[in-house]
Nanobody, 118 residues
Framework: QVQLVESGGGLVQAGGSLRLSCAASGSIFSLYDMGWYRQAPGKQRELVAG???????DYADSVKGRFTTSRDNAKNTVYLQMNSLKPEDTAVYYC????????????WGQGTQVTVSS
């Protein structure tokens, strides 16, 4: 079992920045690939960014060049730095952990709201 707690969401003006954090506990953090997802009202949840246990990253086209994800295995934490925010980035952002040796095992945080005003 992995427990994930996101923090860092809030209200920001367009063009601003936020840094989300996701703290993990309950298992060996370095055995999980991590992902950030978001879900806007009336829309499906979508993958925003992912980082493997080895540190390789991938991003949705809509956030490339603006968002950066990183992880600190010593602190059991993954981050999402969001710059040049746009109103369309408004959503609840979720952290996901997927066990590398069994892809069917994955865990979700409770989500944190990000609101970007125009």
């Amino acid at each position: 079992q992995v427990q994930l707690v996101e923090s860092g969401g809030g209200l920001v003006q367009a063009g601003g920045s936020l840094r989300l954090s996701c703290a993990a506990s309950g298992s060996i953090f370095s055995l999980y690939d991590m992902g950030w997802y978001r879900q806007a009202p009336g829309k499906q949840r979508e993958l925003v960014a992912g980082i493997t246990r080895g540190g390789s990253t991938d991003y949705a086209d809509s956030v490339k060049g603006r968002f950066t994800t990183s992880r600190d295995n010593a602190k059991n934490t993954v981050y999402l730095q969001m710059n040049s925010l746009k109103p369309e980035d408004t959503a609840v952002y979720y952290c996901n952990a997927r066990f590398v040796f069994n892809r069917n095992l994955d865990y979700w945080g409770q989500g944190t709201q990000v609101t970007v005003s125009s």
